[in-house]
């Protein structure tokens, strides 16, 4: 029970802190907005095996951009508090509730944004969404460890990205597998198998993560 | 001598598979004809870096348990000698897929689960060298390792049952068995297996030893 | 002892039974005049030369470490 309020307590830490700057929100949004319409730019029409891939490019990078800033520009003050207060395992999952909400509300505004400025064909629009949700889950299950790795490891942005390429591939092919499935307007029965392997990722990788960022939080 | 018999035993092992899987007939098969030996010699390369990475993440497990640092030499070591047996695994496939399937890198789920998981040990090795200070970088290095090895599993052994792909045993391809049933394969590959998992530990643990002994140098 | 050198046997008695030809074109021209034995004899003398130098190295070190 202690668990469970610590985590609220530090979730509604995260958000008010958020919500007083929104650095992180406007900044991505920024990103992810003016990538696309550059990409519109450039690209103009596009086929739709194209367009599925470039949503995911544009989403991965702004995952990156963004999880990265949840440990790596925490200040050494508010590190300290958190580890007067909190409990690590509470710590790391109130970080990955948090980027999750945080990723689904950019993916879903970026989807929005992103179809309206692209015109596609999704034949599921339903089952497209529930990827993008999908999606956005794995990535931030994902990188908050990563980021949470990097953070220790002398701050820099390129081994954020060496370290968590070679993870979040498998996930990407799945999603992006997932997607064209949805888009295709194939069955939903087709896809159960990526449903399945992507929610066995994210269950895996919470749990390595709940164990490990003990050991990596003492220090 | 008793201490070797482990190194004896994977030595004759991989002897005895050069021998015989040159020797011994296999199953005619078109497109692959002769170069169906290349089994005895390709494929135990997996089963070595497979059976080393294990070795990899026990130790870094082991390390964050106990904080002794040999663990983590044997960790580091052991995905040393993985990525060595990864490489070579890679090139000889390609050899062998250029000339069975037309091009050194077709677009195989498997090959490019290969090349990812070996993509995630060199990351290790890029994480190992952007930190100076011992403990740290042997506890990080640790966390890494065993992080990024359910994701390794995932992808070499998941991926590539889902997705179509040129390889026996995946995508309604028949496995190994259908085509070594009616033969002799089988007591050639599964010691060329061992002996090459066993050369594999070996040559790890002469990297470990090297390693402990520069350590020990460094000290004075 | 005696089993695996009878399973030896049984083995290399089987090397020169080659299934027969059924359209899949084989080395057999490479069998039947033998020279896929000096083909076997190089990869042998390579293979054990590379774990003879393993077991030197092994030897060395053991030696370094005993000075420590």
């Known amino acids: 029970m202690k668990l469970i309020t610590e985590i609220r307590y530090l979730l509604k830490k995260e958000m008010v802190l958020e919500w007083r700057s929104k650095y992180a929100l ?69 970080k990955i509730i948090y980027n999750m909400l945080l990723m689904i509300l950019m993916s879903t505004i970026a989807l929005f944004f992103y179809s309206i400025v692209f015109q596609n064909e999704v034949g599921d629009k339903l089952l497209y969404f529930a990827a993008v949700i999908l999606g956005a889950i794995s990535f931030s299950s994902v990188f908050t460890m990563i980021s949470a790795i990097a953070s220790k490891a002398n701050n820099n942005g390129t081994l954020m990205a060496i370290l968590s390429f070679p993870v979040i591939i498998p996930v990407i092919i799945l999603i992006i597998k997932l997607s064209k499935n ?30 490990l960022f003990p050991y990596l939080w003492r220090d | 001598m008793s201490k070797n018999w482990w190194k004896i035993t994977a030595s004759v092992f991989v002897l005895y598979s050069v021998v015989t899987g040159l020797l011994l007939k296999v199953p005619m098969l078109p497109i692959l004809h002769e170069s169906i030996r290349n089994l005895y010699f390709h494929v135990p390369m997996w089963f070595a870096m497979i059976v080393i990475y294990t070795i990899a993440v026990v130790n870094s497990i082991r390390y964050l348990q106990t904080n002794d640092e040999k663990y983590d030499l044997i960790a580091v070591e052991s995905v040393n000698t993985g990525l060595l047996f990864g490489f070579i695994g890679l090139l000889s496939g390609m050899i062998w897929a250029n000339f069975t399937w037309g091009s050194p890198w077709p677009n195989d789920p498997k090959l490019n689960s290969a090349a990812i998981a070996t993509l995630m040990y060199l990351a290790y090795t890029v994480l190992r060298s952007s930190l100076d200070e011992e403990q740290k970088r042997a506890k990080i290095s640790a966390i890494y390792n065993i992080f990024a090895f359910p994701v390794m599993v995932v992808l070499l052994f998941v991926l590539p049952r889902l997705t179509d792909s040129l390889h026996p045993g995946n995508g309604g391809n028949p496995g190994f068995g259908a085509y070594d049933l009616d033969s002799n394969m089988r007591f050639v590959f599964y010691p060329a297996v061992l002996g090459w998992i066993g050369i594999a530990i070996w040559i790890m643990n002469i990297r470990f030893r090297i390693r402990k002994l520069e350590n020990i140098k460094n000290q004075i | 002892m005696k089993k695996t050198v009878l399973f030896m046997i049984a083995l290399i008695s089987s090397f020169t039974v080659f299934a027969q030809n059924n359209g899949v074109e084989m080395a057999e021209e490479l069998r039947s005049s033998g020279k896929i034995y000096v083909v076997v004899a190089v990869m042998l003398l390579l293979f054990t030369a590379f774990i003879l130098y393993l077991f030197s190295i092994d030897r060395r070190l053991k030696k370094l470490e005993k000075g420590n």
């Open chain 1, 26 to 94: 406007n900044g991505i949004l920024l990103y992810v907005v003016s990538t696309v319409f550059v990409c519109y730019l450039s690209f103009k029409t596009t086929p739709p095996l194209v367009w599925n891939a470039l949503f995911w490019i544009i989403m991965l990078f702004a995952a990156i951009n963004a999880i990265t800033k949840s440990f790596v520009q925490e200040s050494k003050g508010r590190l300290l508090y958190y580890y007067q207060i909190a409990s690590p395992q509470a710590i790391i999952i109130a």
């Open chain 1, 182 to 211: 949805a888009m295709d307007g194939l069955d939903r029965s087709v896809s159960l198998d990526e449903i399945g392997v992507l929610t066995a990722i994210n269950l895996i990788v919470i749990t390595v993560s709940l164990l």
